[in-house]
């Protein structure tokens, strides 16, 4: 009977870590930066094949069911802390020219409508020195000394190539790809699947 015991627990447990490291894992919000899309204390399972899961111990990945779309809420690690993992709208895909002029963001030269985006400070835009790395990927007719972006008037940028470029719906309260840049397709970890428990 012990045997029979060790078994099943050994045999639950593995095909716990298969499921995890593979098909889904769950995930926390812990900041505010997308609500009213989800709320922080929201607990939500993250579908990790979708894009295709990282085998653990290597660079590998599984082939994926499809890749990263623009509007697409997606879990990555990103650039500046890769240890961690956040959860942002994808905005921006390779090759795509960003810009935001008072809070109204443009994708190609064209207004976006985002029921979606959050706006709640009316005040406070200031010039942010994080947001110096945008300076080299600057659309080349805009490219001038004293670039000051700030974080509701920047651009116009060109997301790179194999890069995503990632806004948090509170748009107001969010870290995001203004700051710290641009996100690399291995770094995003999946895509949320649902909402199971909300603080």
Known sequence: ILWDWTRSLAVAFLLFL?????????????????ENTLLVGDFLLVNKAVYGAEIPG????????????????????????????????LVGMP???????????????????EPYARYVDREGDAVHPGMAWQESHLVASNRRRGYRPSRDSWGPIE???????????????????????????????GRPWFVYYSF
Do not use: C
């Open 18 to 34: 298969l499921i995890r490291a593979f098909v889904v894992e769950a995930f926390k919000i812990p900041t505010s930066s997308m």
């Open 58 to 89: 290597t660079h590998l990945s599984l082939p994926a069911f499809t890749e990263p779309e623009r509007g697409d809420v997606i879990v990555f690690n990103p650039p500046h802390d890769p240890v961690k993992n956040y959860v942002k709208r």
């Open 95 to 113: 090759g795509d020219t960003l810009e935001m002029r008072g809070k109204q963001l443009y994708l190609n030269g064209v207004a976006l409508d």
């Open 159 to 189: 997301v790179p190539e194999d890069r995503f470029f990632v806004l948090g719906d509170n748009r107001d309260n969010s870290e995001d790809s203004r700051y710290w840049g641009v996100v690399d397709r291995a770094a995003i970890r």
